[in-house]
């Protein structure tokens, strides 16, 4: 019975289908890549590869004709008879001859201009046509390395280049995704992923996903990291010059004009090259635009190519994207790669409305399975033929990653690496199990991330133990850590440990436990990082990193509670003991001393506080309204929400100390708010207070304390958290506060405009910082500088210019350098 139905069901299927197939080249026989297939006035279609081949599968009761669309080509209508074989049809585009004049020219008026005017007046009404769809969409994405050289800043490459051929070129990563869409403007997007496909990794799902790839240049921004001006916008010749290229038929006497699109500055987030609108309903029917990287502030980009390709539907009007390709190079270090994403819009069907619930939290959802289809699954679906050179890397690399995830091969490889080594006692060592997922690590006693210097401890070395085990299915991970830090001039071993377990990858549910006794910083944010502390200290003689002993133990559990509240509560026991200097050793010997280690008095070498004991409980709560997410097999990936502040409330209770006076209660909050203000860069904005109960005698080291700076250097802080010049703990309290802080970068909107200046390619920055207590009038910082500071690919730097006032007297300022991936808004 089951033979017989598989009988009844293969015939329906090739009575109902009918397979095309063939290559598309130009007259001159080159093939022709990317032309979009469709079957006239529907939304069914497919695109060529690369290589101009192309296949299609169509569903039909009656005869039918197919369009073969590809910018700077005629347009060809192919008529085509329904059958139930496979049918070859190989097709050869002509070249598109532009006429001048099919449009009036004006002496008074660049004829392109007033195309590109009526286009923007319609603009409005053109993106409706198409603001809320249904869809059928596929995605691919490719990295190919041109170049890799031997090393890099003196590491070897010879891992990477493994999977390279001999010239160090090859494709780096190949993934591919099928899924059915549900958009509606300007950014609900509901997508449902059917298939999901990783060259090299079968467990792995891709992201390339419909989301952020829906670029419409019906709005006046396009967002590339940077806010890209559309040619559409309404400032438009603001930023643009236009010139009329010519126009053309296409195969419903529907007149085409092609428009120039040229940029007025060079160094503005703009587009250059060719944009096509329909006569009358000036509508897109094409896009085919390059954008530079450093116009997107991406210098590691040398260029990239974006296609749009649109189709026309005769029953309803609409002409609708069919295809997108983004084309780039790059290239630093000496590392030359390209790549390609590949987006498919199929079956649309447009809609008045949605049902209310249509749209909610979960984004992107991943069948379960979907990263386990059969390449026959995909051969069937896959509307881009593979290239030779695809085909080639899906077999390789998945059966190099059947090979490497064998228990045979992991085991082999393990014995190799796990060989122990004498010299590993001083560099460190690892033994791991790859078959289990698990790893035992010593870190050595030589290496240079466990070695530095304070006054308390001296020249301090740093060394642990560790076991780490993941469960790549169900998302659990299981780390135990000992650390060891011995200083010199204190002349004491300090011992901690720690045990993290994550549950699973839904909710990310995780159990914390630590203890043991550790020299810290008053402030638990750590303002100054160790490494900077260290050259402050040997070099100028500034030790600002002010230490007490804490021995301790703690236990915290936290968890998503639900998309948008993230929940946290931990319990620790804690007996505080002051430190002073034991060192006064310096490599460069200047005028200055060490300032003692007492926070409230650096002047005095007595100790700051009463060595005393201390119960803590803290819950804290963040809410980031609008959050949304994408839900994976492997777990749920949120995606925050810029439309929206996100807050931070926090209780910490003090009780149980050695003596009453040390105990408190402590309420704090904040808002965050961050945003884009189209080409006029980003605004980042932070609001938080708080306030003490009973906390008149308590120890300093629970005060509030404020991030300050004295360095001069941006190392890893938040902009929108710390302070640049405020010293570290002159405004700490135990009553009420209020701390604010501003950032804008403008991303070039006004640099750009500068004549030489823009040439620098810098983006001009302002902030304000204050804070406020009862103690003090408030504390206030202005800043100006530059954000994107360097040379060709490589800026990194921002610098800023400050100045602070306690109230209205000025108190000091100071020029700040900092590097930009470290001291992001978020």
């Excluded at 007046?121 to 869809?135: Q, V």
């Excluded at 091969?409 to 560099?427: A, E, G, H, Q, T």
């Excluded at 006693?445 to 560790?466: A, D, R, Y």
Aim: charged share 25%.
């Amino acid at each position: 019975m089951l033979r017989i139905f598989t009988a009844l069901f293969f015939l329906y299927c090739i009575s109902a289908f009918s397979q095309i197939k063939g290559k598309i080249t130009s007259t001159d026989g080159e093939p022709i890549p990317f032309v979009s297939i469709t079957v006239e006035n529907t939304y069914q279609g497919t695109t060529a590869n690369e290589n101009g081949e192309y296949q299609l599968d169509v569903k039909s009761e009656n005869n039918y004709a197919l369009l073969f669309q590809s910018i700077g080509f005629k347009t060809k209508r192919v008529p085509v008879s329904l059958t139930n074989t496979e049918k070859t049809i190989n097709i050869t585009l002509e070249e598109e001859h532009y006429q001048l004049n099919e449009v009036v020219i004006s002496s008074d008026e660049n004829p392109a201009n007033a195309i590109m005017r009526s286009a923007i007046a319609n603009k409005k009404k053109n993106s409706a046509k198409t603001g809320r769809f249904e869809a059928d969409f596929y995605s691919k994405g490719l990295f190919r390395v041109a170049d890799m050289p031997d090393k890099i800043l003196g590491i070897s490459l010879e891992e990477e280049k493994k999977a390279l051929d001999s010239t160090g070129s090859g494709i780096i990563y190949l993934s591919e995704t099928v899924s059915k869409i549900k958009f509606e403007q300007p950014d609900n997007l509901k997508e449902h992923i059917i298939a999901s496909k990783i060259s090299g990794d079968d467990n792995g799902f891709s992201y390339n996903t419909a989301m952020g790839t829906f670029y419409n240049f019906y709005d006046n921004y396009i967002e590339f990291g940077i806010n890209m001006v559309s040619p559409l916008a309404d400032n438009a010749f603001n930023y643009y010059r236009f010139s009329f290229e010519g126009s053309f038929f296409d195969e419903n006497e529907t007149m085409i004009n092609k428009i120039k699109v040229i940029p007025r500055r060079d160094k503005e987030p703009v587009f250059e090259g060719y944009i096509y609108i329909v006569e009358k309903s000036w509508a897109i029917s094409a896009v085919d635009l390059d954008i530079k990287g450093y116009r997107m502030q991406q210098p590691i980009i040398e260029t990239m190519n974006l296609k749009q390709n649109f189709s026309f539907n005769e029953h309803n009007r609409v002409w609708a994207k069919n295809s997108q390709f983004f084309d780039f190079k790059a290239g630093a270090f000496g590392i030359k790669f390209n790549g390609k994403f590949s987006h498919i819009y199929t079956n649309y069907v447009f809609k008045d409305q949605f049902e209310k619930d249509t749209f909610g939290k979960e984004i992107v959802y991943f069948e379960r399975d979907s990263n386990k289809k059969d390449s026959l699954y995909w051969k069937e679906v896959r509307p881009i033929p593979l290239t030779e050179e695809e085909v080639t890397d899906y077999i390789e690399k998945d059966s190099i990653q059947t090979l490497h995830s064998s228990k045979a091969y992991l085991d082999s490889i393990d014995k190799k690496n796990n060989k122990f080594r004498v010299f590993d006692v001083l560099k460190g060592y690892t033994y791991r199990n790859s078959y289990k997922n698990t790893r035992y690590t010593y870190d050595g006693l030589i290496s240079l991330s466990g070695i530095s210097f304070n006054t308390v401890q001296g020249w301090n070395f740093k060394t642990g133990l560790s076991f780490n085990k993941y469960n790549e299915e169900t998302g659990k991970y299981t780390s135990i850590r000992t650390d060891f830090n011995y200083g010199i001039a204190e002349d004491r071993l300090r011992v901690t440990g720690s045990f993290i377990h994550r549950f699973n990858r839904e909710n990310n549910a995780l159990l914390y436990l630590t203890g043991g006794s550790k020299a810290e910083q008053y402030n638990e944010a750590e303002p100054i990082t160790r490494w900077l502390n260290m050259f402050r200290s040997l070099v100028y003689e500034n030790n600002y990193m002010k230490l007490y002993g804490n021995t301790f133990a703690k236990a915290q559990y936290q968890q998503n509670i639900f998309t948008g509240l993230f929940m946290a509560g931990n319990i620790e026991y804690t007996r505080r003991k002051a430190l002073t200097n034991n060192t006064d050793y310096v490599l460069f010997k200047g005028k200055d001393d060490y300032t003692s280690n007492n926070p409230l008095d650096p002047e005095s070498d007595a100790p700051a506080f009463e060595t005393h004991n201390l119960m803590k409980a803290r819950a804290y709560a963040t809410i980031r309204f609008g959050e949304k997410y994408i839900n994976r097999p492997d777990g749920k990936i949120p995606i925050r929400s810029e439309d929206y502040p996100s807050f931070k409330f926090m209780y910490e209770k003090g009780f149980a100390g050695s003596e009453h006076r040390y105990n408190y209660d402590f309420l704090a909050g904040s808002m965050t708010y961050k945003t884009d203000l189209g080409n006029k860069g980003n605004f980042g904005f932070k609001l938080s207070g708080g306030k003490f109960f009973n906390a008149e005698d308590i120890s300093f080291v629970d005060y509030k304390h404020f991030n300050g700076n004295q360095t001069n250097i941006i190392a890893g802080q938040n902009r929108l958290n710390s302070f640049n010049i405020l010293p570290y703990y002159t405004h700490s309290t135990n009553d009420k506060y209020m701390e604010i802080h501003a950032d804008h970068d403008f991303k070039g909107y006004i640099m750009n405009k500068i004549p030489l200046l823009n040439l620098l390619q810098f983006n001009l920055t302002l902030g304000y910082h204050q804070a406020a207590t009862p103690q003090f009038k408030p504390y206030q910082e202005f800043s100006v500088g530059f954000s994107n500071v360097g040379i060709g690919k490589f800026r990194l730097l921002r610098i800023d210019y400050v100045r602070s006032y306690q109230g209205s007297a000025f108190a000091g300022d100071g020029i700040m350098v900092g590097l930009e991936f470290l001291n992001l808004i978020d």
